[in-house]
């Protein structure tokens, strides 16, 4: 039995399954908003012990506990680096050791993204495929790769497709760059345009559904039922997302030239086929072999498989 | 000793090496404009037997032949199809067993760039790193992956960095599609948009330089000596396709996270190191990890370099 932990900005997914990966147990907690590195090592720990009693057992029983992190992950030295979106986490943290101290099992950690890719290539919608770029769109846009049947991280930090140009000197980014794909597609990019728009006297119900739900972000159920409504200006700026997630995927096909491109992240999750065929037909105009485009799928383990992909990471080699 | 030929759409650069990779004879002629695939297989084992005869041997003395090829390579069926900038090359043709024929040694096929990028990576300004991503910066932007050691195919097409998008709905690029990094930095398209400057009545002294030297096209070297006249339109032209280059570069960096891109080409060969700081430059405003750019070198082995790395695919396993 091994554990598993998706570790977001928002919240913390908690799993354990059996040797095959099936779910024996899970838990959800919100990740906190103040205190420091250890304050959110705690609520993971808190997370998982959840997870293990629905599952009953002890987090001591596990044979070990994989962690997908954001921010910079060294694997070698266990310590996540620079986490901006988690509370106090600018600088470096001994999160192996301080985790495995609190749950009484060995941790492994990993890249959120690159563990949730890993997941769909070993358990999910990429099983058929040797080469997987995987598209995880949410509030930003990550990417994970494998090739040859390998995870691919270059020197740490592969992957980063939000940040792929798709329009020179274009939107500015949450990064601080401008014209990169997530300026346009992410999720907080889309919101920060939304209360732009809104506040210059566009008319949008996104705010009034926002609002009934007791939500403070347009969340991805909040986009879904906007879009549902017809909302014109959720219509407008998605419509925007999906051609720079066309322009974008495609320019990293181009260059990888992969099987198979599974999109997952909380809003395809969410918005779900319908949105990923429209995301392939974006890409078609901008593939240099267009006779030949990649399978372009939807992540199938959900919600679940950044945890579950994590939970791969404490495999026994 | 084995034989390379870098089979080109306006030149066939034939080489002879030892052993150790190092030149015994080179010699160059001429694609052929008309005709068909067997006309271009004779030049090429023309070329070859003349870079034999300047190493002292006969074709039929070599161990085997290299070729790195334009258009869809199939390497195990020993041909290739589509090389559109080849006269009568829109099927396929079996190269291998025709030019293996003409020659009396043993043929491998490879595509054009990515044997570039192996040469530079095996024997070049890549020699020192594990993982690399090859610019060739001509007519085209061609581009060839080393990753963890090895080359990076993906389903045969990979690299097509050319066709990565940095404007969305902008320039039409040679290959129909809008906003390639190859519409604003290809020296075909940059050819194209001097002629279009021009018949605007916009003044330059490109033509002028081209004319001069008994060209019929506006050749790297026609490009280098009118940016040294300080052109203005040369300079314009240059800097919006240094732009696009330091967009486009980034963003596949982005994506791969390598150690080092080479910059070659026979534009980038031919402008040379400042050049190359200047596409880094460039690259840097999109550079997702900017504190850690990826080392940006040119390359090495010069014009040479395709052929010599196409004799590396005939060496024994």
Known sequence: MRGGIDLGG??????????????????????????GPADVSEAMAAALREAATAAGVQTGDLTGVGVGSPGAVDEAAGTVSSARNLPGWEGTFALRQDLGGR??????????????TDAEFQLGAAREYDSVLGVFWGTGVGGGLVLDGKPWVG??????????????DGARCPCGRRGCMEAYAGRGAMEARAYRLHA?????VLFDIMRRRGRERLTSGVWARALRAEDPMAVAIMARAIAALGAGVASA?????????????????????PYVARIAAAMQPHLFLDARPPQVRLAALGDLGGAVGAALLAQPA
């Open 10 to 35: 928002t919240k913390i997914q908690a799993v354990v399954v059996d040797d095959a990966s099936a779910l024996l147990g899970q838990a959800r907690l919100p990740t906190p908003t103040e205190g």
């Open 103 to 116: 749950l009484g099992a060995p941790v492994k950690l990993g890249n959120d993204v690159q563990v949730a």
């Open 155 to 168: 020197r740490g930090s592969a992957g980063e497709i939000g940040h792929v140009v798709v329009r020179r």
């Open 200 to 204: 210059r006297g566009e008319h949008t």
């Open 253 to 273: 096909q181009n260059i990888l030239d992969v099987e198979a491109v599974i999109i997952g992240g909380g809003l395809g999750v969410r918005l779900g086929e």
